[in-house]
């Protein structure tokens, strides 16, 4: 698996969108970027993922770079709620069978 | 709602004393995953299963056993645990028809 290198972290105001970038410039052709994130003491969640294009689901937006080689993850209006590592991965997603390797993550501090 | 499950969400156990934990699913997902989480640590693949086929992580420890007696539940044996196997232990799951994982709670084992 590509490897992704993300800040360790950010802080951003409630109610503000969070910009959180990350950087995977190993990416190979057949890479999906998936994005998870942890809430303390809770499960990893998944938020979103993509191969190509941008993507938008009721939780985030996801804007990959044209040559693939970085990302951004969009939390249009951040609460106190989406404080949380995030974690951004890249893995090849060939059917159901496949693994995830987590980097460090983003810590996300959702200040009031 | 479908659901992973993990019991119990906390357990405590002795040195060296057999333990196991237990993670079932009603998602009717192929796919069941072992993840252990130390303490600040991102979480860290074990082992998988896809249906009744096993699959170990190479630097996964022998200490570490694996069942999967269905398609709902999928065990972790620890056999002799020590100090350094305290940790946070994750279920995930993945099916067929979906590139997304699914996490259980989690599983707070402490050994004294």
């Known amino acids: 698996d590509a490897k992704t290198t993300q800040p360790t972290s950010m802080d951003c105001a409630e109610g503000r969108a969070a910009n959180l970038p990350c950087n995977h410039s190993?990416?190979?052709?057949?890479?999906?970027v998936y994005w998870y994130r942890q809430i303390h003491s809770q499960g990893p969640q998944y938020i979103i993922h993509?191969?190509?294009n941008n993507e938008t689901n009721e939780m985030a937006s996801l804007i990959i770079t044209e040559d693939r080689k970085s990302s951004t993850l969009i939390l249009p209006h951040a609460t106190l709620r989406d404080t949380a590592v995030y974690y951004c991965i890249v893995t090849d997603s060939g059917g159901s069978n496949y693994k995830l390797t987590f980097g460090k993550g983003t810590l996300l501090t959702v200040n009031p | 709602d479908a659901m992973v499950i993990q019991n119990p969400r906390y357990q405590v156990t002795q040195f060296g004393k057999p333990v196991t934990l237990s993670c079932s699913q009603t998602?009717?997902?192929?796919?069941m995953y072992w993840y252990q989480q130390k303490s600040s640590q991102a979480p860290k693949l074990l082992f998988h299963?896809?249906?009744?086929?096993?699959?170990n992580e190479a630097d996964t420890p022998d200490n570490f056993q694996s069942r999967r007696p269905n398609t709902s539940f999928c065990f972790l044996d620890i056999r002799s645990p020590g100090l350094g196997d305290a940790a946070m232990y994750l279920c995930?799951?993945?099916?067929?028809?979906?590139?997304?994982?699914?996490f259980g709670p989690g599983t707070r084992l402490t050994v004294l």
């Open positions: 998602l009717n997902h192929n796919v």
């Open positions: 995930a799951t993945s099916g067929i028809s979906t590139d997304t994982q699914y």
């Open positions: 993509g191969l190509k």
């Open positions: 299963y896809y249906d009744k086929d096993f699959n």
């Open positions: 190993t990416i190979s052709g057949n890479e999906y």
